[in-house]
């Protein structure tokens, strides 16, 4: 019988990026795999003397260094699409919660002075509760997962356990829930992560490698008060496909093709040369994708190339739509997105995480994205346009979100712990769910941590918000609300 190493062995580069490395296999007698299991849950728990969980609870001042939020907001700007950096900026004034979508950077820099266990995993970066939603798998079946991995490094697990939690107290503020509601979402937010991942630890590997059944997320995490609002997501993530796009944002064309038509700001026309780059550049993509994928994608021709403008937090970014149609004239639509280097990276290093090298940012938004879900996008991959990285996914793949600002108070913490638990498991595919359920424990004294950190992060959250509404109407910074 075998079982993993009990320590990690540390990383490697692998073309280019550092990658935790998979323990070797020791031969065991069976009785000693069950010690094996207990050796790691009991190292897990043996980090609570170095890293107390009650000290998740603390904020440090901001330290005098520290960018204010107007400086921070126009740093992160830089080397994006300059016409587009007011409609940026209009969304995150919008809300508290629309702040904080957009200001990942920042948080994380906040995040660098908190303390961590040193136990790293693939994290999303910016696993706030709007970054959840459905999507399609092959076959078309509906899946809930996280569905945002612009940002996504090897790091600390709490950055994303208390970014999430911040964001359901500012997202229930929002919806008008009162403290105790607010306060209460984060709190079982950090418990379901808590407890999934304890179930995880207990699973045979390969079950906890594919679990939790999406189909049994809503009882297992007990949210059943969401079931009308998932049902309605679902509804309208079931028409939310390629073709209901293409007849939307397409007119035909004389010679029987079909065009983009031009929606500004929002989907935009390009020069003819920029579509030929973009068209030019899946040829590369198509060698980041696995060779059974390529017959299906030889039935489709290229007709049209557009710019499609993006979501809060990724707004100026060049984004591209491409459109393809089969022999029946049917459409695919698929999305060129650039990816830029994760806001988080400059922050690691504080935390005790080496940053590493990433020859392609493209490369490791799709890797770090295939590490964390269950089921990915069976068209994810990465190219190069004009020099600059990309990632290429299908564009509305019946994808569908809930909105967690527009919640009923007795929806939020029923949303909170699912989003938990799909954290957990999401984490558990990098890290050993038997380290950190070591480390978390069976009481509940993570969860009310986490909850003092997310309630006072809300806090300095708005005050920013503050000041970039300051700024903006003193005319600092260029916005365009409502876009």
């Known amino acids: ?74 740093e992160s700007n830089r080397g994006r699409v300059e016409s587009l950096v007011p409609i940026r900026v209009g969304r995150m004034v919008a809300t508290p919660f629309a702040f904080l979508r957009g200001a990942a950077g920042l948080m994380a820099y906040d995040l660098a002075g908190t303390p961590v266990t040193g136990v790293g995993a693939q994290i999303c970066g910016d696993a706030h509760a709007a970054n959840f939603g459905l999507y399609g798998d092959a076959r078309g079946r509906l899946v809930i997962d996280l569905n945002d991995f612009d ?3 090897t790091g600390p697990w709490e950055w994303d356990v208390k970014r999430l939690a911040t964001s359901l107290v500012l997202a229930g503020r929002e919806a008008g829930a009162d403290e ?17 991942m304890r179930l995880l630890a207990r699973m045979p590997a390969l079950d906890a490698w594919n679990a939790i059944a999406d189909e049994e997320l809503v009882s297992y995490t007990d949210a059943r008060d969401l079931l009308g609002t998932l049902e309605r997501v679902e ?46 550049s899946l040829g590369e993509y198509l060698r980041t994708l696995p060779e059974d994928r390529l017959p299906l994608l030889a039935r489709y021709a290229i007709h049209d190339v557009a710019f499609r403008v993006v979501g809060t937090g990724s707004v100026g970014t060049r984004s591209y739509v491409v459109l393809l149609l089969d022999h ?44 964390m879900q269950v089921v990915s996008d069976s068209l994810l991959g990465w190219t190069t346009v004009d020099g600059r990285p990309y990632q290429v996914r299908q564009f509305r793949n019946r994808k569908g979100s809930v909105d967690p600002a527009a919640l009923a108070a007795d929806q939020i913490d029923d949303y909170g712990r699912m989003t938990g638990a799909l954290l957990a498991r999401a984490h558990a595919h990098s890290a050993d769910p038997r380290l950190i359920a070591g480390y978390c424990g069976k009481n509940d004294e993570l969860e009310e941590a986490v909850a003092r950190f997310a309630v006072a992060y809300a806090d300095r959250t708005e005050a920013d918000h503050t000041a970039l509404v300051a700024a903006v109407r003193s005319g600092r910074i260029p916005a365009e609300p409502g876009v």
Do not use: W
């Open 328 to 371: 029946r004239g049917e459409p695919l639509v698929l999305q060129v997105k650039e990816a830029r280097p994760s806001a988080l990276l400059p922050h690691l290093p504080r935390a005790g995480f080496e940053a590493p090298g990433v020859e392609h940012e493209g490369r490791r938004v799709v890797l770090g994205q295939k590490r």
């Open 151 to 153: 940002e996504t490094v």
């Open 180 to 196: 105790d509601v607010c306060r209460a979402a984060a709190f079982d937010t950090v418990g379901a992560y808590r407890r999934t």
């Open 235 to 280: 509804e309208k993530a079931r028409a939310n496909t390629s073709a209901r796009f293409a007849a939307k944002s397409t007119e035909e064309c004389a010679d029987g093709g079909r065009r983009f038509v031009d929606a500004p700001p929002v989907l935009s026309r390009v020069p003819d040369a920029e579509a030929a780059a973009v068209a030019a």
């Open 1 to 74: 019988m075998y079982e993993e190493h009990e320590k990690y062995e540390g990383y490697e580069e692998r073309e280019g990026e550092r990658i935790p490395v998979v323990p070797g296999f020791a031969r065991r007698t069976a009785g000693a795999v069950g010690a094996a299991a207990q050796s790691v849950k009991a190292r897990g728990k043996a980090l609570r003397d170095r890293v107390p969980r009650a000290s998740h609870a603390t904020l440090a001042p901001p330290a005098g260094e520290r960018p204010d939020a107007v400086r921070a907001v126009e």
